[in-house]
């Protein structure tokens, strides 16, 4: 046999390759050396049975970490953070903060990095701080369920500003995103009713915010799907908070009506205290399965509605109010519905506590726990569109890609762009007014018809390619994306500002791997 002779560039390269590999065994096997286990924590790592860690709500993607911190205090995460930090490009690990878990992409999941379980914390550093007077606020650590902080805060007569439809998510994870529901149109999101953060950032570093102390990086976080940093404190606005509400659903059949209602209701000066919308098509026996909660105005009437394979658009409204008020809320609530143009038949009023009303989404979720239909993929697709292009939007979408709403509820309405603080990461749409539209639906295991998985990404994609062809101007909200490419037209003039921002704050990109934003550099040599 002829040996050939091997040219110094191979070689090297040849050396280059084993060196990685040697570099990467150390790097994954770090986690297990004592070095990393003799960290001064008041919490502890787990290495086996993570499992839990690598799953999440949307049900579709597993990425197994090496490692779960299970934290104590603010300092087991700083602590961690700078670890991993210190340990620089010579190393994979990243970090993903998962609170509820309530992510649909993997967004909280770090692939063979260290997971950090926010909701383990217990003792004072978790304890809430509701303070009362003028400008009524509360401290509350970021791995807090929202439902707790209303328990805790109506204890006083209080309650924060915004809201989320669900209330079981963390104070971190809805602020790392922006937190919207029907009192945005008044109140803003939840990152618009923030005075401070407490943050650890992804050098470890704990860092108090606000508009007036490291204001870039107060402003970064908010709508910074976890890219900067790891909100560990927050303090929330506060208001009185009332002790009931009138809950009522009104439908309409003509979709310029309607949108022209909810535009109204969220400009007039005297209006209801929470407006949303959703889209039924082709559902059966719609009102029959309303009237278990809602009591239609006019029962006759309602009893002679047919819904069956029609185009619906609900209006759903509340408003608030205290026992020895209800005299004066029944004749507001008359007087605003006065000016609506609803099919007068549909009707529906509940009237139900103040927690009952925000709490509705968790009562649906012991439902579909007990049938087992809870932990499914949810193939969610959540879209903000302008004022302008929201009926060009309806006509092929709801006209030509849907053909039903079995799978989960579509929600629609407006809210004021002036709500929001443009300096924060969130991205929007153009236009003063803009929509969310959010479908919400739920896949069948192993189902190959229109309610399985695969169906319903090709519907979502379909809608997707249908506003990029038609230039609508859509921005997506908990947006997921793979390429860099798509996230630089996610952000469009904003980008250099959110690169900035990791610059500083994250600069070995470690944080939150998962929004598949920036990819962790790693040297060989």
């Not at 209602?261 to 209006?271: G, P, R, V, Y």
């Not at 105005?297 to 185009?311: I, L, N, W, Y």
């Not at 103040?354 to 087992?372: A, M």
């Not at 600069?507 to 939150?512: F, K, R, T």
């Amino acid at each position: 046999m002829r040996y050939q002779p091997i040219s110094i560039l191979s070689l090297r390269s040849f050396m280059i390759l084993i060196l990685s590999c040697i570099t990467i065994n150390i790097n994954f096997g770090f986690l297990g050396t004592p070095s990393f286990q003799t960290l001064s924590l008041d919490g502890h790592l787990s290495f086996d049975e993570n499992y839990h860690a690598a799953r999440d709500f949307g049900n579709r993607h597993q990425f197994l970490p090496l490692a779960v911190l299970h934290p104590k205090s603010v300092s087991d995460i700083a602590t961690t953070i700078m670890h991993v930090w210190q340990m620089g490009l010579g190393s994979e690990l990243t970090v993903a903060a998962r609170g509820h878990g309530h992510s649909l992409q993997g967004q909280a999941q770090a692939h063979r990095g260290v997971v950090i379980n926010m909701e383990s914390f217990s003792g004072l550093e978790k304890q809430m701080r509701v303070h009362t007077g003028k400008s009524p606020y509360v401290d509350a650590y970021g791995g807090e369920l929202w439902i707790n902080i209303l328990q805790e805060t109506l204890k006083y007569g209080l309650a924060p500003k915004s809201w989320t439809d669900y209330l079981h998510l963390t104070v971190g994870g809805t602020l790392s995103n922006a937190g919207i529901s029907g009192q945005a149109f008044r109140h803003g999101p939840q990152i618009s009713n923030v005075h401070q953060l407490e943050v650890v950032t992804g050098k470890g570093e704990v860092l108090n915010c606000s508009e007036e102390q490291n204001a870039d990086l107060f402003h970064g976080v908010l709508g910074g799907l976890g890219q900067f940093g790891i909100i560990t404190r927050a303090r929330i606005s506060l208001e009185p908070a009332p002790k009931m509400v009138k809950w009522i659903r009104v439908l309409y059949s003509d979709f310029s009506t309607f949108t022209r209602d909810q535009e109204h209701l969220i400009s007039a000066e005297n209006t209801f205290d929470y407006i949303e919308g959703f889209v039924i098509i082709n559902r059966t026996g719609l009102l029959n399965n309303w009237r278990s909660s809602f009591n239609p105005q006019d029962p006759v009437q309602a009893r002679q509605f047919e819904s069956d394979g029609r185009k619906l658009f609900c209006l759903e409204l509340a408003k608030h109010f205290n026992p020895d008020e209800i005299d004066t809320t029944n004749k507001e609530i008359e007087n605003l519905l006065s000016q609506l143009g609803y099919i007068s038949s549909t009707l529906f009023l509940s009237e139900v506590s103040y927690i009952e009303f925000l709490d509705r989404v968790h009562v649906s979720e012991v439902k579909l726990r007990s049938k087992g239909l809870w932990e499914v993929p949810h193939p969610w697709l959540n879209l903000l569109i302008p004022r302008s292009k929201i009926h060009d939007f309806a006509k092929e979408v709801f006209g030509n890609i849907l053909t039903d709403t079995s799978n989960g509820p579509i929600l629609i309405y407006p809210v004021h762009k002036s709500k929001w603080d443009n300096r924060t990461s969130a991205v929007l749409p153009e236009g003063d007014v803009f929509y969310l539209v959010a479908f919400l639906t739920s896949a069948v295991p192993s189902s190959t018809g229109t309610d399985g998985l695969e169906h319903i990404l090709t519907q979502n994609k379909r809608i997707l390619d249908f506003c990029e062809a038609a230039h609508l101007g859509v921005k997506q909200y908990l947006p997921h994306y793979t390429t860099q490419k798509e996230w630089r037209a996610h952000f469009g003039p904003r980008w250099q500002v959110f690169m900035q921002r990791k610059t500083a704050y994250d600069p070995l990109a470690i944080l939150a791997p998962g929004q598949k934003i920036f990819q962790k550099a790693i040297s060989i040599l």
